[in-house]
Structure formats: structure tokens, C-alpha cells
């Protein structure tokens, strides 16, 4: 991968979003990381600094629109282009349909996928050929567990987001991909139980950096005739039979 190039990932304070910013950060990339979690994203940014790594933090809520407007107002005079745009920021509220409230579903639809166009939107402007938009999907975009109404709906949505994409910027040259993870533990790993690895074929639930491998590949020159596809990271879980 080229050095010095300017890499957005946004949900980048914590979880799947941090090992991005960690495995980025060796490829000599300009960071910029993006999240609402002040304390954790300048403690990350500082961190990477102290060891000669490119990063800045800034604070945005993606859930409204304004602030996306207003943070690309301050990265455009920043930063001359964009090359890699990773939209991981998500969240899910798991309640029953009948008690999820209007501003609940709006919220983690503004945040999951309504971010995701704005942002894949500011940043394709700046974007020049061979430039890379990855969105974190979700395995629970084609299969389901209850009271999951709302994210389920917004993975969904992002990976028909994702080929969309991919057709309206290719006259620009920008690939469109989405990554479906499945169970990545972000915290506990060494508590896990064998029969929860096993739930896998491969053998183990997944770590972070499963995902960051797969953005590092589909971001690279290497995937340069990859566009418009979804690349599922569950350890063969979602093609197992469940009857045992």
C-alpha cells in the first residue's frame, strides 16, 4: 500500500475501529479518526503519535447530518484529498418491535446508515481515482436474532448502499466494498467458552484484526477489480446448520 495516504475510519475510538486505526497506522498512513467518544479517540491519536505515527482526532455525533456538514467544512482545508473512507461507525438497540420508539429506530438508522452515504458522500468530492469507501456491515443484514429490528434494517441497508455506490462513483474510479463480520470479540477474548468457538467452522470466534486484514486488502491496489461486493467475516458461522 502507498504510504502518506489520508485514511478516514470512523467509530475509531474503540473496538473493531481502533484495530483499524492500529493496523493503518503501519502502513504509514495520514489518520484521521473520527468518533463521539472524546476521551478514548484523543488518548488513541496521542498514543499513535508517541510512536511517530500520523493521527488526528475529531470529534463528530455522524447521527446528525449538521455535524458531518460542519467536520468536512474543517477537513477540507486540511487535508487536500481522501483515499480510504471506513464507515465502522454503528450501534444497535435491541428492544421489541412494539416498544422501540420512533426516535430510537431513527437514531440507529441516522447513525448506521444515513452517516454512511453522507460521509461516502463528502469524502467521494475529494477522492481521486483508485480511491477505496469500505462499510462495516453485519452478518444480522441476512440473518436474525428478535428485537434487533433496527440494526438489522441499517446492515441491511448498507450493503444495498454499497452496490449503489459502486455504480454512481465508478465514473470517478472510487470502488465501493462492504465487510459483513460476524462474532468479533472486542474485549474478553480469553473468557470465551469452547462450545462458543466451536459455534464456527473455523474452530474460534473472531478478532478485530480479521477485520482489519480484510479493509487492508480491499483498500489496496491488489483488489483493484473488486467493486460493488460484500465480503462476509464469521468464521463459516452463518452457513451452519443449526440442527445438532
Not at 21 to 29: D, F, N, P, R
Not at 107 to 115: D, E, F, G, Y
Not at 207 to 217: H, K, R
Request: aromatic fraction near 8%; charge should be negative; proline fraction near 2%.
Amino acid at each position: 500500500m502507498e504510504k502518506n495516504l489520508n485514511v478516514i475510519i470512523t467509530g475509531a475510538a474503540n473496538g473493531i475501529g481502533k484495530a483499524l486505526a492500529l493496523g493503518y497506522s503501519e502502513t504509514h498512513a495520514n489518520l484521521i479518526l473520527i468518533d463521539k467518544d472524546k476521551e478514548n479517540g484523543n488518548i488513541l491519536a496521542e498514543e499513535l503519535k508517541s510512536k511517530d505515527k500520523k493521527a488526528s482526532f475529531f470529534y463528530c455525533d455522524i447521527s446528525k447530518a449538521e455535524e458531518i456538514t460542519d467536520l468536512f467544512h474543517i477537513l477540507k482545508q486540511e487535508y487536500k484529498e481522501f483515499s480510504i473512507l471506513i464507515n465502522n461507525a454503528g450501534f444497535g438497540i435491541w428492544k421489541s418491535p412494539f416498544e422501540l420508539s420512533i426516535e430510537e429506530w431513527d437514531s440507529v438508522i441516522n447513525t448506521n446508515l444515513r452517516a454512511a452515504f453522507l460521509l461516502a458522500r463528502e469524502s467521494a468530492k475529494l477522492m481521486r481515482p483508485g480511491a477505496s469507501i469500505i462499510n462495516i456491515s453485519s452478518t444480522r443484514a441476512f440473518m436474525s436474532e428478535e428485537n434487533s429490528e433496527a440494526y438489522a434494517a441499517s446492515k441491511g441497508g448498507l450493503l444495498s448502499l454499497t452496490h449503489a455506490l459502486a455504480a454512481s462513483l465508478s465514473h470517478k474510479q472510487i470502488r465501493v466494498n462492504c465487510i459483513s463480520p460476524g462474532w468479533i470479540e472486542t474485549k474478553n477474548y480469553k473468557d470465551l467458552k469452547d462450545s462458543e468457538h466451536k459455534q464456527h467452522f473455523a474452530g474460534r470466534v473472531g478478532y478485530p484484526d480479521d477485520i482489519v486484514s480484510a479493509c487492508l486488502y480491499l483498500s489496496s491496489k491488489e483488489a483493484g477489480f473488486i467493486t460493488g461486493t460484500n465480503l462476509i467475516i464469521d468464521g463459516g458461522m452463518t452457513k451452519k446448520m443449526i440442527y445438532e
